[in-house]
């Protein structure tokens, strides 16, 4: 791992961990739990910046890269299962859209509180939203391309394929479609390609 970063990226990733050891040994619940999570978060988000910008674009780099998109496409939707569910309480909306970290793009783009249909679209569809579960799905595709084994003789390979279904399924769906359990079902296809990602590179 050493070897993978640059020094900026290594000096980085050494204060995260030595804050987050600090934070874990004194930080309180409540607004102290939520001060220390945003430290944390400015933190990740340098190191992730680095690792963007200054680590050489090999297949680690994509697979890091793949890891991370499918990560953030299933937290969204099983954070999107609970808080944009019909039953949910009240308020559930306005946290999804926080948790997302798309409050002023949805302010931008819908001019009025988020509903239902509003958060699913941008959270869900919108593939210019590099939060959104398509976006992620998006990113998987073009990195896949780029490794070696990506189809055979012109013939898209299985673990492309499901990945084309899965992002032709969220490009032609409508917020209305997607249901709690159809959430759910994403959240299965999502794993699916990821059993099928392991199979192919990694065992």
Request: glycine share 8%.
């Amino acid at each position: 791992m050493r070897d993978r970063f640059s020094p900026d990226g290594w000096a980085a990733l050494n204060d995260l961990a030595k804050t987050a050891r600090k934070l874990a040994a004194k930080v309180e619940a409540g607004d102290d739990a939520a001060q220390a999570m945003g430290i944390l978060l400015r933190k990740l988000s340098g190191f992730s910046g680095l690792v963007h910008e200054n680590m050489y674009h090999h297949a680690g780099w994509r697979f890091l890269s793949l890891g991370r998109a499918q990560e953030r496409a299933d937290g969204l939707l099983t954070m999107l299962g609970t808080f944009a569910d019909p039953k949910a309480a009240a308020g559930a909306l306005e946290i999804a859209v926080e948790l997302g970290d798309s409050v002023m793009t949805h302010q931008r783009r819908y001019r009025f509180g988020p509903s239902r249909d509003t958060v699913i679209d941008l959270l869900v569809l919108d593939e210019n939203n590099p939060r959104a579960v398509l976006h992620q799905v998006a990113l998987m595709r073009r990195h896949l391309t780029k490794l070696p084994q990506a189809g055979t003789e012109g013939r898209l390979s299985v673990l492309e394929r499901a990945l084309l279904t899965l992002d032709t399924d969220l490009r032609v769906a409508g917020p209305s479609d997607l249901s709690p359990a159809r959430l759910i079902e994403l959240r299965g296809r999502l794993a699916e390609i990821w059993e099928l990602l392991t199979a192919t590179y990694l065992r």
